[in-house]
């Protein structure tokens, strides 16, 4: 699906009681954990959309929290991102690194959900 179709997707995997989304992946752990997922257990080497685009000014990428998508290696493959006015939303591409596509392809999507952490002490 298109980039705008799967952000929808991801937001329609609401429930009511929490806000779902495209991923937003700031750290390498996650970046590291999803791509091991992706390989060994979902077997499925492809481009997937995530959360952050470059469409409000061209060269700098968001995510959807707001915050700027950190450069380079590890995250980026060298030379991405390359598409300029081209390619404005953002994907984990098969090769395992951030790459720009152009929004209208049609990608996978990883969605996220909040995660809850809840402690009850013994009184
Ligand atoms: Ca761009």
Redesign the pocket.
Same mark, same amino acid.
């Given at each position: 699906m298109g980039r705008d179709d799967g952000r929808a997707y991801c937001q329609g995997l609401n429930d009511g009681s929490f806000a779902t989304d495209l991923a937003v992946i700031e750290d390498c752990e996650v970046m590291n954990s999803l791509w091991n997922f992706i390989v060994h257990k979902l077997n499925k080497r492809m481009n997937y959309w995530i959360g952050a685009t470059?469409k409000d000014s +061209? %060269?700098t990428w968001q995510w959807l929290t707001g915050t700027h998508v950190q450069g380079d290696v590890p995250f980026w493959f060298p030379e991405q991102?390359d %598409?300029? @006015?081209m +390619? @404005?939303c953002l994907t984990i591409a098969e090769n395992g690194y951030f790459a720009?596509g152009a929004c209208n392809q049609e990608y996978g999507v990883i969605c996220q959900a909040p995660v809850m952490t809840t402690f009850r002490n013994l009184e």
């Open positions: 470059d +061209e %060269g991102p %598409g300029s @006015n +390619e @404005n720009d």
